[in-house]
């Protein structure tokens, strides 16, 4: 008989957690997963990337159906109301399906859910519900909370974060969000298309940082058009309850004459840290890095023996389809195979309308490395965006001058979240410009704007 309870532990079933839980019980690990919330999934299931989509489907019909944007279509529709309660009833219905959908896959691979926060004894050892447990592996995949903004209570009525922006009871005249980052644009967007007039409040002088330099100037250009009022270059000293809603100060972030700003919402989204707090971190033997992340080689291994960490707990983009790659090379190295992430080619997206995506190297990193090639294609030139008269955005494709392998993909499309998928599998398989501009593509798609960008990059595209 063996000496532990478990092959393998996994602290927190987000997905990074229970997709490791689950390919290790498939390897014929005995795996159990430790889980705080009430329901499985973490995050991304629970208050992230599935409830904010159902919001985010749920308003942009409401919005074709009661702004008359249907009418040059021939659909002609009166009297389109708000249901918000409907709404928020698809968005749980989403939640459940997906979270019971987990509860159901632990049990069919036999995975055991432990029920409670757990929080090291040792370095083999976990307590979870006051029951010790010994596990021969503990993948930590603890995922990550809202960062606060110093100074600035998050009540979830009227200064909210992201759970809160996702349950608001009712439409807010005026939302000040805090932060131009993915939540504050995606959340945005759905009070904006319910009808609250949304102004973005963005310390840096550019919405969304990271991306790619050209698609965060176009991505500003069509909030803009929208409606969003952004404020980049500007910092909120202060935001005060007042009556049903708040004032903020805003003065600019390097310095100057201070301003007031009413707002009956303000959604605070300036970013996530890491979830290593009462997990006793310190009975293993391990500590967090200046991040407050946990470090790791590239197995996913930390310093101490038999203990593994992934996902937004660990250094990198903090993205739910990251953390499930790194579930499932972690579980396979624990059994022994070679489990592998790249980096290298993680795509983003953000699931505004149009949708903005990108992978690999931004037009800036890759001339920082060295010659680079560039081509672009307008979506107002894809025959499909034409048909259906949404042809807002463009596809860039950056490829390594002398070699022309393909670096870095960014996309603005209305199904630019879609179209990443062939630029992120060309890359993995270590594609050129020309091999992607020689694949024969369905026509009429969104995806020929690839290609025909491709083909820029050999200077020879055929509809522009
Ligand atoms: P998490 O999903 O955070 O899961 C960690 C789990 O561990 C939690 O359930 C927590 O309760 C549990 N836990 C923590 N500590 C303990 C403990 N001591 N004991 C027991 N359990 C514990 N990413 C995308 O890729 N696409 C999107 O569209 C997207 N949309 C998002 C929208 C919003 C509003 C937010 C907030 C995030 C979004 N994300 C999105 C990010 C995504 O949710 C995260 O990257 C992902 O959930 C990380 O997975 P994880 O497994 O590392 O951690
Ligand atoms: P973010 O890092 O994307 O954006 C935060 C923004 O706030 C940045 O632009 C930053 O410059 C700004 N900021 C920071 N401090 C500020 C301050 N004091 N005042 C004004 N602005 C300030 O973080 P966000 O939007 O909170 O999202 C967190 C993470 O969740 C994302 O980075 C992403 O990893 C994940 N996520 C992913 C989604 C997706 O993949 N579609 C959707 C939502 C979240």
Redesign the pocket.
Known sequence: MSDYDFDVLVIGSGPGGYVAAIRAAQLGLKTACAESRETLGGTCLNV??IP?KALLHSSHLYEEAHSGALAKFGVKIDGASLDLDAMHGQRLKAVKGLTGGIEFLFKKNKVEWLKGRAAFTGKDTVEVAGKTYRAKNIVIATGSS??P?PGVTVDNEVIVD?TGALELAKVPGHMVV???????L?LGSVWRRLGAQVTV????DQ???GMDGEVRKEAAKLFKKQGFDIKTS???TKVERKGDGAVLTVEPAAGGEAQTIEADVVLV????RPNTDGLALDKAGLAVNQRGQVDIDHDFATAVPGIWAIGDVVPG????HKAEDEGIAVAENIAGLTGIVNHDVIP????TSPEIAGVGLTEEQAKERGEVKVGKFPMLANSRAKTIDDTAGFVKVIADAKSDRVLGVWIVASVAGTMIAQAAQAMEFGATSEDIAYTCHAHPTHPEALKEAAMAVQGLPIHI
């Open positions: 992230g990337c904010s809202v960062t903004l992201s805090i932060g131009g980052g993915v939540i504050g995606e409040v963005e310390y840096l919405i969304l940082p500007t910092k909120v989204a300036i970013g996530r983009p903090m993205l739910a983003s997206v953000v699931y």
